[in-house]
């Protein structure tokens, strides 16, 4: 990956960019090497509350960062490297990477992807929102409105990029992804229930691939539990895990 390697490493910032491109407001306070995001708007939402690159060889760091959180009134969930700390709740989480230069497309001809426009943000979000179902159990996430909501401004403001997948001429699926600093954050991508397993989630990833490399980027970088059939389809694409992490601490 030559002079890319340092590319999209760290998730604070780019989750950061992420709540940009949904018009969020979301403040941000460095702790040692890790970042504590609050959003106000949506404070049930782990994804922009919650601290990232944690690490936790940092003497007093995680303290810092619980505390940080309790005075905020929120729950104390830190992203860790995987087994550096005991206690807590977990969710195991993979950190995965790809080199757009070396990135080779395979045509899904069972599938058209296509982009979403500004006027198709409602059923852009109506999609995202009956694809991803429900949080797991134990995990906090937001109202069925703000997931909406938050959808809606990804696709409406044209921030991010956001695609759907068809089948037999259907919108079935839909993804995005968004650039900061080189490196194409392909994140957020759900297919409705009766479509899986038909190519859906890999023909999105290959269309956002070119389209981030012809935009620039040079790397891209996601994210996705451990073991989940996400993770096999980012394997099957060529995307590697780069660093393995755990969400530490109370989930309610």
Do not use: K
Request: net charge positive; proline share 4%.
């Amino acid at each position: 990956m030559g002079d890319g390697a340092g590319i999209g490493v760290r998730d604070g910032p780019l989750m950061m960019e992420r709540a940009r491109c949904a018009g969020l407001a979301v403040q941000a306070q460095g702790i040692g090497a890790a970042t504590w995001l609050t959003c106000a708007e949506f404070p049930a939402d782990i994804g922009f509350n919650r601290a990232f690159d944690v690490d936790a060889r940092e003497p007093g760091v995680a303290r810092a960062l619980v505390d940080r959180a309790r005075a905020l009134g929120r729950r104390p969930l830190l992203e860790i490297a995987a087994g550096s700390i005991g206690g807590g709740e977990r969710e195991q989480l993979g950190a995965f990477r790809l080199d757009l230069e070396s990135f080779v497309p395979v045509p899904r001809e069972q599938v058209r992807v296509r982009s979403a426009s500004p006027e198709e943000a409602g059923a852009f979000a109506a999609l995202a929102v009956r694809g991803y179902g429900a949080a797991p159990a134990g995990i906090p996430a937001a109202s069925t409105a703000a997931g909406v909501r938050l959808w809606t401004a990804f696709c409406r403001l044209g921030r991010a990029r956001c695609f759907f997948a068809e089948r037999h001429g259907v919108a079935c699926a839909v993804g995005m992804y968004l650039c900061a600093g080189g490196a194409a954050l392909v994140d957020g991508a759900a297919t409705l229930p009766g479509h899986r397993g038909h190519g859906c989630h890999s023909a999105l990833l290959a269309c956002r691939f070119a389209a981030a490399r012809a935009e620039g980027a040079r790397v891209a970088v996601t994210r996705t539990g451990a073991g989940s059939a996400s993770q096999r389809n980012l394997e099957r694409a060529g995307m590697r895990v780069c660093r393995r992490m755990e969400v530490w601490g109370t989930t309610r």
